[in-house]
Nanobody
Framework: QVQLVDSGGGLVQVGGSLRLSCAASGPTASSSDMGWFRQAPGKEREFVAAISWSGGTTYYADSVKGRFTISRDNAKNTVYLQMTSLKPEDTAVYYC????????????????WGQGTQVTVSS
């Protein structure tokens, strides 16, 4: 099992930056693939980024490529999402997720999810 705690959200102006963190705990935390989804009001949850347990493989949604960077520190069992050049359409609740299969991270079928952290981008 893996327990996830998301943090780092907040209010930022257009063009600003934020870094989200997801602290993982549990017996398989360090060997889990992890990622981020987001859900805006009235919209379905959508994939943002994913990273393999080793950090060697990453995936991004087209909407965030070149602006967001996912990384992890396995010594701290923490995954980060560095968000830059933020836009109003990035406003959403961001959720981290974890699973033993990277494909399940990307398609949203991951077994473990954080509680979410709100990101609001104001214009």
């Amino acid at each position: 099992q893996v327990q996830l705690v998301d943090s780092g959200g907040g209010l930022v102006q257009v063009g600003g930056s934020l870094r989200l963190s997801c602290a993982a705990s549990g017996p398989t935390a360090s060997s889990s693939d992890m990622g981020w989804f987001r859900q805006a009001p009235g919209k379905e949850r959508e994939f943002v980024a994913a990273i393999s347990w080793s950090g060697g493989t990453t995936y991004y949604a087209d909407s965030v490529k070149g602006r967001f960077t996912i990384s992890r520190d396995n010594a701290k069992n923490t995954v980060y999402l560095q968000m830059t050049s933020l836009k109003p359409e990035d406003t959403a609740v961001y959720y981290c997720n974890a699973d033993s299969l990277l494909a399940r991270i990307v398609d949203g079928r991951a077994d473990y999810w954080g509680q979410g952290t709100q990101v609001t981008v104001s214009s």
